[in-house]
């Protein structure tokens, strides 16, 4: 009987298979980080389109459902949510206007893609910042 | 006796071979995003334009013709192009017999959730 000297009892090898190189192995570069924030972003902006029609719907039902809403988004939690979801908003469509650049074959040499890179991420902060300072301005504005 | 395709004329024709599906899917999501970024800049302007605005104000806004156009092609563009999102990224990740029913749920789902909002808006812009 031929035993097999690579393997133990739980069939584990002596020696551990090579891996193909993977997300948790390669080191976070700009290109393949925005790319998940991309997917990531999208997957939260589609949460936050339920939120919209849920809002949108609580301002067809009257007033008084609407200022229920309008209490959830004002509470701190809330706040928190709605700058998220700001941030996800301004980075989905900047990595989305990069990928209909891409789309032309423009931009595609390496040093390229890392302007549009950081220009993608700088953009969103400043955006996301502009939005919400602006935002406060006109809220004590209307009030 | 010379090699016969087991592939119909029709098949050979329309080139798809195992992919089921030609560009559609990558030209609608394209269509959509071009669609979305204007209508989205205008909604983020607007909806900053009225923090803090009470209701009346708000639904004031809802009421011109402008913004009732524009927020039914915007949950019509943004349902679209989150179905056709969500579709990829079911199909890279779910590779069992759910996925098949996942991305049928997920195509539900954004299409009734795009109706309710037009619904809501079509509600404001014409109701009493």
């Known amino acids: 009987m031929i035993k097999n000297e690579t393997t133990n009892g739980n069939s584990t090898p002596a020696r551990p298979r090579p891996l193909s190189p993977n997300i948790q192995i390669y080191r976070p570069q700009l290109t393949s980080v925005l790319s998940i924030a991309n997917r990531v972003t999208g997957l939260i902006l589609s949460l936050g389109a339920v939120g919209l029609v849920v809002w949108l719907s609580a301002a067809a039902a009257g007033p008084r459902t609407y200022g229920v809403i309008q209490g959830v988004i004002g509470y701190w939690a809330g706040q928190v949510v709605l700058f998220g979801c700001t941030f996800a908003f301004f980075l989905h469509l900047c990595g989305g206007i990069r990928h209909l650049v891409w789309d032309t074959v423009h931009g595609f040499e390496l040093r390229s893609i890392y302007i549009s890179g950081w220009t993608v991420v700088a953009v969103s902060i400043v955006l996301t910042a502009a939005a919400w300072t602006i935002s406060l301005f006109v809220t004590g504005w209307h009030q | ?128």
């Open chain 2, 1 to 128: 006796m010379s090699r016969q395709s087991f592939r119909s004329p029709l098949a050979r024709a329309l080139g798809l071979g195992a992919a089921k599906s030609g560009a559609q899917h990558w030209w609608a999501e394209r269509v959509t995003a071009v669609a979305l970024v204007p209508l989205c800049l205008w909604f983020a302007a607007s909806i900053i334009a009225h923090a803090g605005s009470d209701y009346a104000v708000f639904i004031a806004w809802i009421r011109t013709p402008l913004a009732t156009s524009c927020m039914i092609l915007l949950l019509i563009a943004l349902f679209h192009h989150s179905a056709l999102g969500l579709q990829v990224v079911i199909e890279d990740y779910v590779h069992s017999g759910v996925k098949f029913v996942a991305v049928i749920a997920v195509r539900l789902c954004c299409y009734g959730l795009a109706v309710v909002g037009i619904i809501a808006i079509v509600r404001i812009a014409f109701g009493g």
